[in-house]
T-cell receptor
Framework: SQTIHQWPATLVQPVGSPLSLECTVEGTSNPNLYWYRQAAGRGLQLLFY??????ISSEVPQNLSASRPQDRQFILSSKKLLLSDSGFYLC???????????????FGPGTRLTVL | DAKTTQPNSMESNEEEPVHLPCNHS???????IHWYRQLPSQGPEYVIHGLTSNVNNRMASLAIAEDRKSSTLILHRATLRDAAVYYCILRDWRNFGNEKLTFGTGTRLTIIP
């Protein structure tokens, strides 16, 4: 299985400040990587996914961006946070596609972001 | 991915079996049924998946109706640690390259000591 590391675990930031959340993956090579956001009491919303270094696809237009500088590193950033950016941010990983048995996503512990 | 319907919440007594239902009446022949669960303040974790036949693993069992329009996740002996939101998701294996894993609102399972 894979192990997903995320930090920080919690973060309180003022409106207008920058953001950088980091995710690293162990236990697999060339994974597909994902950033999700979960607002309080809501389901998961896919924000970005990446199938390789430097390859980022955005699911929802917003003031967030993602980068993948290394094979097993995924970063979520913002230049200026909004109140609506508050939520629980989750990084996930999936092995490269090899049939239904590989179609399992492994999630990290998450970062709880509060924008004040 | 096709849509699923689950009850918003369920309760069960500790050490008793739990049957979590999921309806997917528009399921196609190429849809796999996946279950994830999310414990409080944690990321989701994979539980089990299947296509047509019932499946068992160390965490749970998955019972799939003969017409595949519904399925049931079975926790054989619930513990307090099983209290979580359980998500039933359909994944079409033909959608290679479809990276979106669509989580609905799931079923919030409460375990009563």
């Amino acid at each position: 299985s894979q192990t997903i590391h995320q930090w920080p675990a919690t973060l309180v930031q003022p409106v207008g400040s920058p953001l950088s959340l980091e995710c690293t993956v162990e236990g697999t090579s060339n994974p597909n990587l994902y950033w999700y956001r979960q607002a309080a009491g809501r389901g998961l919303q896919l924000l970005f996914y990446s199938v390789g270094i430097g390859q980022i696809s955005s699911e929802v237009p917003q003031n967030l961006s993602a980068s993948r500088p290394q094979d097993r590193q995924f970063i979520l950033s913002s230049k200026k946070l909004l109140l609506s950016d508050s939520g629980f941010y989750l990084c996930a990983s999936r092995r490269p596609w090899g049939g239904h048995s590989t179609d399992t996503q492994y999630f990290g512990p998450g970062t709880r972001l509060t924008v004040l | 991915d096709a849509k699923t319907t689950q009850p918003n919440s369920m309760e069960s007594n500790e050490e008793e079996p739990v049957h979590l239902p999921c309806n997917h009446s528009t399921i196609s022949g190429t849809d796999y049924i996946h279950w994830y669960r999310q414990l409080p303040s944690q990321g989701p974790e994979y539980v089990i998946h299947g296509l047509t036949s019932n499946v068992n693993n160390r965490m749970a069992s998955l019972a799939i109706a003969e017409d595949r329009k519904s399925s049931t996740l079975i926790l054989h002996r619930a513990t307090l640690r099983d209290a979580a939101v359980y998500y039933c998701i359909l994944r079409d294996w033909r959608n290679f390259g479809n990276e979106k894993l669509t989580f609905g609102t799931g079923t919030r399972l409460t375990i009563i000591p």
